[in-house]
């Protein structure tokens, strides 16, 4: 073993490090890796981003006024692929290329190659999709969720391009998910045993089983959906023996662990930060382990609250509505634990907590509102209308993203080394808390009062809400460039060098290599005490 | 309306849009709800309950949780000096925070479970109506009485484009509304034409699926008379936000009058249809119906300008149906293309305005082919295929 260490470590010495395209096309460096994930993320979070300003100005007042319906369509179409498959799932692989080996005491990723290939085939479904909406005929503009007969026998044919893009990400996250995986269960330093692993790191391992267990399933539904459009057959076609219903039950299964896999992450990063700075252990570290698990394993039984409207047998209705009200008493745990670790702390606000504890607040209004869409009779009423949309932009938004801009924040000094600009930092997160509040928050009440989501025109009483929604959307919009400046300014490595702890209350291994984090770390495992 | 768009063109519009707003105000109207409405019928008010209940147990939630949180974020601040205590974990506490929600939900699924049970109960109804979408319109058949119709937004195009001001019941208005009886079980059966399409009326708590090929039931029971509005509430395409559902309910006697006038005035259209078999429309009459027909019923995919939408549907002007072989384009019209966005219009058009359409088709945007379709041609199509 001592041996084969000192092999590698002789062969890094002569493996310079190419500069220039060459460093970032052939990587095979988790950090460089990371690094090419969260600035790809983060610029598909700007285009998908400018797709929602489209959306928001023409909502800005009743009346058609700068898209036509059908543009707007594959806005929102667009806009929701983005913001999910490439914005959210990316960045969270990001964080967990750079911070699972520095977390577990691993020299890199398992399997770097792949890792490379998994990475450099997303910019091409990317590419594809939003290439698409240059067609003659338009983009995709069915909704993310592309439901048949919309997406089949009534869309247009850059459906077949879409179906090409999916299956390039679902098989970019495949690969990922691989990694993480293998990456964790045989490159634990010794004595990183399993309930030693840092939350992240649990989270990660968890969501990884979930992406391969559902991602093969969005591959066999956007498959359905191509050979039912070009190929005659009739897997969602009533008229040839299918079931349009069929449809959603098989994207849902997907779809609903889908959302978990991009929230699971997201506890995982307010796990590490939150006991940073209170200055205290995290609470009911095993049961927030096992309240990950949990809400995994149920996310494959409520599936169906998605489709309460679909006219489903009451027996199922009912299974539904009890498993889904079910994963809040797992989810309530880990807002419990979070808030009893604040509790009687030694509480500080710098920027990761102050995302950390908007995240708590308002991820739980998400869920608040998420245990009310499961109360099947009120969903009849929810179901469809800016009441959900609120619903998963409050879990999306303000739970994913929040944490990842969290997780940013928290571990951006150990990436380049300098303390990033604070003074930019607070104002980035006072803008986009009170723009975000102001974005969603009405949204609740427009849908309440019968307002349905996807629709380019409105009738007018719901006029001056949309008018203020837009309004909060534009400067949520433009508060994210505080981010990108403070970003290229910080990768410039401008601002003032930190220490190798950088945070007074933070524990866990990545804060024990130096900061920035050298091109290669744990050449030798690092003692686990 | 635009095709390509241009960030200039996206300011322009949008001050533009601006200026206008205050030049074309809005009628004034009620101001929002801020709340979900309570309805008019006895499920509508269960599930406003229902939403009631579970919205104050989240906000007690949210209370003590937050209030606990805020507490700690004040008073055991780094800044206070406050120092950290060593605790992480206590059994008894988890325990109480795992199983006192799991009370409280049982506490929440039962009236759920009673409400859901029978909103879900359409059966012994006094009233069938069968509700197919399509796009972008909705189709009423009552199973009892030999009364079908369709039902189109009725909103003209001009206060859609910010020409006209927009009216009250803007984008919530239709030609022909639903019309129930009030005191009634009145079963809705729920179907497609095409894609996927949601009826849903706030009032009556009933939002359902229509899927093509299949059949869904849903049922409501009102007690107030009035006119009440919603929406079609799952995309469906590009007008899916131009599709709503009107419907009155009528006190039962007025329920039979209204019925008994829609007999003698569907026998009217039937005579006038006889009279127009005798007879030829000049070139004029047909252009003009033709025009408004088509303004209604086609031009929501074939454009106002006949032009379509490249790539999702084809334009009119200069196409070979429109200018070609007559008896094709009479087929097309009337039986639509299988596979595709082009409805079967026979049943939902009179043959008067589907001879005005055609001949409008064939002569408007340059098509200029001269041919005149009378009435009687549409009737001998139909007698003959």
New interface residues.
């Given amino acids: 073993m001592t041996t084969l260490v000192q092999e590698q470590d002789d062969h890094d010495e002569h493996h310079a490090i190419p500069t220039g395209i060459k460093r970032w096309l052939y990587t095979t460096n988790h950090k460089d890796i990371g690094t090419l994930y969260l600035w790809f993320a983060f610029i598909m979070f700007l285009i998908g981003g400018a797709m929602a300003m ?1 959306i928001r ?1 023409e909502l ?12 707007f ?1 594959q806005m929102t179409t667009v806009h929701g692929l983005i913001m999910v498959f490439g914005a959210v799932m990316p960045a969270f692989t990001g964080l967990a290329n750079w911070m699972i080996p520095l977390m577990i005491g691993a020299p890199d990723m398992a399997l770097p190659r792949m890792n490379n290939l998994s990475f450099w085939i997303l910019p091409f479904a990317f590419l594809i999709l939003l290439m698409s909406l240059f ?4 983009g995709p ?3 993310w969720t592309f ?1 048949a ?2 997406s089949t ?2 869309s ?2 850059s459906t077949a391009l879409f179906v090409f893009s999916v299956h390039i990400m679902g098989i970019s996250s495949i690969m990922g998910a691989i990694n993480v995986i293998v990456t964790i269960w045989n490159m634990r330093a010794p004595g990183m045993t399993w309930m030693k692993m840092p939350l992240f790191v649990w989270t990660w391992f968890i969501t990884a089983f979930l992406l391969i267990a559902v991602m093969p399933v969005l591959a066999g539904v956007v498959t359905m959906v191509l050979t039912d459009k070009f190929f005659g057959t009739s897997f969602f ?3 040839g023996g299918g ?3 069929m449809f959603q039950h098989i994207f849902w299964f997907f779809g609903h662990p889908e959302v978990y896999i991009m929230i699971l992450p997201a506890f995982g990063v307010i796990s590490a930060i939150v006991p940073t700075f ?8 095993s ?1 927030m382990v096992y309240a990950t698990a949990s809400i995994a394993l149920l996310s494959f039984v409520v599936w169906a609250h998605h489709m309460f ?3 489903m047998p ?1 027996f199922g ?2 299974f539904f ?2 498993c889904t ?2 994963i ?2 797992p989810t ?2 880990k ?2 634990n979070w ?10 606000y710098e920027v990761p907590m102050l995302f950390a ?1 908007a995240f ?2 308002l991820f ?2 998400g869920g ?2 998420g ?2 869409l499961a ?4 969903d ?2 929810y ?3 800016y009441f959900v949309v609120a619903h998963f932009h409050y879990v999306l938004v303000t739970g994913a993203i929040f944490s990842i801009i969290a997780g940013t924040y928290y571990w951006l000094p150990k990436w380049t080394g300098v303390m990033y600009d604070v003074t930019l930092a607070r104002a980035h997160f006072w803008c986009s808390l009170i723009s975000v509040n102001l974005l969603f928050f009405p949204m609740h ?2 849908g ?3 307002m ?1 989501r ?12 949309n008018q203020w929604i837009s309004i909060g959307g534009f400067a949520f919009g433009l508060s994210q460039l505080i981010f990108l400046a403070l970003l290229i300014k910080a990768c410039r490595k401008k601002g003032k060098p930190v220490d190798t702890q950088v945070w007074e209350g933070a524990e866990g291994l990545e804060w024990q290599v130096p900061s920035p984090a050298p091109y290669h770390t744990f050449d030798k495992p690092p003692e686990i005490k | 309306m635009k095709n390509k768009v241009s960030i200039l063109q996206i300011s322009i519009s949008l001050i533009l849009s601006n200026v206008f707003s205050f030049a074309f105000a809005a009628e004034s109207s009620e101001p929002m709800p801020l709340n979900m409405t309570r309805g008019v019928t006895s499920i509508s008010a269960d599930v406003y309950d229902l939403h009631m209940q579970i919205f104050l147990i989240c906000t007690a939630i949210g209370v003590v949780v937050f209030g606990l949180m805020f507490w700690a974020m004040f008073f055991h601040r780094k800044s206070n000096g406050h120092k950290a205590a060593n605790f992480h974990e206590s059994v008894k506490v988890e325990i109480a925070w795992t199983v006192i929600p799991f009370i409280i939900l049982i506490v929440m699924a039962i009236p759920a479970t009673k409400t859901l049970i029978a909103m879900e109960d359409a059966s012994e109804p006094d009233l069938s109506i069968l509700v197919t979408g399509s796009q972008w319109k909705w189709h009423y058949k009552y199973m009892d009485h030999d009364i079908d119709f369709y039902s189109i937004l009725a909103t003209p195009t001009e206060q859609i484009n910010n020409q006209w001001a927009k009216g009250k019941n803007y984008l919530l208005e239709v030609d022909r509304p639903l019309v129930i009886p009030t005191g009634k079980k009145v079963r809705f059966l729920m179907t497609s034409d095409d894609v996927i399409h949601s009826w849903w009326v706030p009032d009556f708590a009933v939002k359902k699926d229509a899927n093509p090929g299949f059949i869904n039931e849903a049922w409501t029971n009102v007690d107030v008379p009035g006119i009440y509005r919603g929406q079609c509430a799952e995309l469906c395409g590009k007008d899916h936000g131009f599709m709503p559902v009107v419907v009155i309910a009528k006190e039962p006697a007025e329920f039979e009058l209204w019925l008994s006038q829609d007999v003698s005035r569907r026998q009217a259209a039937k005579e006038e249809e006889q009279r127009l078999l005798a007879m030829n429309m000049s070139f004029d009459e047909l252009m003009a119906e033709g025009e408004r027909a088509y303004m209604a019923k086609c031009a929501a995919c074939h454009q106002p300008n006949g032009m379509g939408l490249p790539g999702v549907f084809p334009g009119l002007a200069g196409s070979a149906i429109a200018v070609g072989d007559i008896k094709q384009h009479i087929e097309v019209v009337i039986n639509g293309v299988g596979g595709t966005a082009m409805q079967a219009f026979g049943k939902q058009m009179t043959k008067k305005e589907m001879a005005a359409v055609i001949t409008y088709e064939r002569n408007a945007w340059g098509n200029n082919t001269g041919d005149l379709v009378q009435v009687k041609d549409i009737f001998e199509f139909m007698q003959n295929n």
């Fill in positions: 489209v100005a800005f007042q009743p009346g058609l006024q700068i898209v036509e319906p059908h543009f369509n067609m003659e005929g338009g503009a069915f909704g439901y007969p919309l026998t009534y247009g044919d076609d009533a008229a079931d349009p219903v209170s200055r205290k252990k995290l609470f009911g570290y049961s409207t679909t006219g009451v209705e009912l509505m009890y009200m079910l809040s008493v309530g745990v807002v419990f808030v009893a670790t604040m509790w009687r702390g030694s509480i500080s504890i708590i607040i739980t209004i608040f509102s245990l009310m109360i099947t009779p009120a009849f009423q179901h469809d209308t009440f427009v309440l009062a019968g349905p996807r629709i380019p025109d409105y009738s007018i009483q719901f006029a001056d809400f």
